[in-house]
Protein backbone atom coordinates (compact mmCIF):
# COMPACT_ATOMS: atom_id res chain seq x y z
CA UNK A 1 0.00 0.00 0.00
CA UNK A 2 1.29 3.31 -0.71
CA UNK A 3 1.81 5.92 2.11
CA UNK A 4 3.36 9.47 1.61
CA UNK A 5 3.55 12.15 4.31
CA UNK A 6 4.04 15.95 3.68
CA UNK A 7 6.34 17.86 5.15
CA UNK A 8 7.74 21.37 4.75
CA UNK A 9 7.34 24.76 6.99
CA UNK A 10 4.17 25.88 8.10
CA UNK A 11 4.89 29.44 7.97
CA UNK A 12 5.67 31.65 4.77
CA UNK A 13 6.15 34.86 4.37
CA UNK A 14 4.66 36.94 1.69
CA UNK A 15 6.85 37.02 -1.85
CA UNK A 16 9.12 34.29 -0.77
CA UNK A 17 8.84 30.66 -2.12
CA UNK A 18 6.80 27.94 -0.49
CA UNK A 19 8.75 24.54 -0.69
CA UNK A 20 7.03 21.19 0.19
CA UNK A 21 7.99 17.22 0.09
CA UNK A 22 6.09 14.36 -0.09
CA UNK A 23 8.09 11.31 1.45
CA UNK A 24 6.44 8.38 -0.60
CA UNK A 25 6.73 4.77 0.94
CA UNK A 26 4.88 1.71 -0.37
CA UNK A 27 5.99 2.49 -3.88
CA UNK A 28 9.06 3.27 -5.94
CA UNK A 29 8.45 6.90 -7.63
CA UNK A 30 9.99 5.94 -10.60
CA UNK A 31 8.94 2.50 -11.59
CA UNK A 32 5.72 2.02 -9.71
CA UNK A 33 3.73 3.42 -12.22
CA UNK A 34 2.07 5.91 -10.39
CA UNK A 35 1.59 9.85 -10.76
CA UNK A 36 2.24 11.33 -7.89
CA UNK A 37 -0.03 15.08 -7.77
CA UNK A 38 0.02 17.94 -5.08
CA UNK A 39 -3.36 19.54 -4.32
CA UNK A 40 -4.64 22.05 -2.20
CA UNK A 41 -7.88 23.44 0.25
CA UNK A 42 -7.75 27.29 0.79
CA UNK A 43 -10.03 27.73 4.17
CA UNK A 44 -13.56 27.75 3.14
CA UNK A 45 -12.56 26.07 -0.03
CA UNK A 46 -12.80 23.50 -2.05
CA UNK A 47 -9.81 20.90 -3.60
CA UNK A 48 -7.71 22.81 -5.80
CA UNK A 49 -5.74 20.72 -8.14
CA UNK A 50 -1.81 22.15 -8.62
CA UNK A 51 -0.25 19.56 -10.47
CA UNK A 52 1.30 16.35 -11.04
CA UNK A 53 4.79 14.56 -11.67
CA UNK A 54 4.26 10.92 -13.63
CA UNK A 55 7.06 7.91 -12.77
CA UNK A 56 9.02 8.86 -15.82
CA UNK A 57 9.16 12.46 -14.74
CA UNK A 58 6.74 14.11 -17.07
CA UNK A 59 5.02 17.33 -15.31
CA UNK A 60 1.89 18.82 -15.72
CA UNK A 61 0.49 21.83 -14.29
CA UNK A 62 -2.62 23.61 -13.34
CA UNK A 63 -2.77 26.33 -15.98
CA UNK A 64 -3.56 29.35 -13.58
CA UNK A 65 -0.42 28.15 -11.21
CA UNK A 66 1.69 27.05 -14.32
CA UNK A 67 4.44 29.94 -14.13
CA UNK A 68 4.87 29.90 -10.74
CA UNK A 69 4.99 25.70 -9.83
CA UNK A 70 7.68 23.54 -9.79
CA UNK A 71 7.45 19.53 -9.20
CA UNK A 72 10.22 17.87 -9.07
CA UNK A 73 11.11 14.19 -8.03
CA UNK A 74 14.48 13.23 -5.65
CA UNK A 75 14.42 9.23 -7.14
CA UNK A 76 17.75 8.63 -4.34
CA UNK A 77 14.87 9.82 -1.34
CA UNK A 78 11.91 8.19 -3.31
CA UNK A 79 10.45 11.89 -2.48
CA UNK A 80 8.35 14.31 -4.57
CA UNK A 81 8.53 18.19 -3.97
CA UNK A 82 6.82 21.25 -4.86
CA UNK A 83 7.65 25.03 -5.11
CA UNK A 84 5.44 28.05 -5.49
CA UNK A 85 7.34 31.17 -5.83
CA UNK A 86 6.01 34.69 -4.97
CA UNK A 87 3.28 33.69 -2.54
CA UNK A 88 0.50 35.99 -1.35
CA UNK A 89 -1.74 34.91 1.37
CA UNK A 90 -4.35 33.42 -1.08
CA UNK A 91 -1.88 30.60 -1.08
CA UNK A 92 -2.72 29.75 2.83
CA UNK A 93 -3.93 26.24 2.24
CA UNK A 94 -3.89 22.49 3.46
CA UNK A 95 -1.44 21.25 1.22
CA UNK A 96 -2.29 17.70 0.18
CA UNK A 97 0.04 15.10 -1.70
CA UNK A 98 -1.71 12.06 -3.30
CA UNK A 99 -0.77 9.23 -5.59
CA UNK A 100 -2.60 7.56 -8.69
CA UNK A 101 -2.59 5.10 -10.87
CA UNK A 102 -3.47 7.04 -13.85
CA UNK A 103 -2.83 10.21 -15.00
CA UNK A 104 -5.65 12.56 -13.55
CA UNK A 105 -5.42 16.46 -14.98
CA UNK A 106 -7.48 18.75 -12.62
CA UNK A 107 -9.35 15.81 -10.79
CA UNK A 108 -10.08 16.58 -7.36
CA UNK A 109 -12.58 13.56 -6.20
CA UNK A 110 -10.53 11.48 -3.93
CA UNK A 111 -11.63 8.58 -4.56
CA UNK A 112 -10.08 8.82 -8.30
CA UNK A 113 -6.56 8.99 -6.10
CA UNK A 114 -5.06 5.26 -4.44
CA UNK A 115 -4.01 7.32 -2.31
CA UNK A 116 -3.09 10.63 0.35
CA UNK A 117 -0.83 12.37 2.09
CA UNK A 118 -2.92 13.61 5.76
CA UNK A 119 -1.86 17.34 4.76
CA UNK A 120 0.19 19.93 5.88
CA UNK A 121 -1.15 23.42 6.92
CA UNK A 122 0.80 26.03 5.32
CA UNK A 123 -0.16 29.83 6.28
CA UNK A 124 1.39 32.64 4.32
CA UNK A 125 1.89 35.81 6.47
CA UNK A 126 4.34 38.33 7.35
Known amino acids: QVQLQESGPGLVKPSQTLSLTCTVS??????????WSWIRQPPGKGLEWMGV???????YYSPSLKSRTSIARDTSKNQFTLQLVSVTPEATAVYYC??????????????????WGQGTQVTVSS
Open 53 to 59: ISYSGST
Open 98 to 115: AASQRLLLGATTTTLYAS
Open 26 to 35: GASIPTGYYY
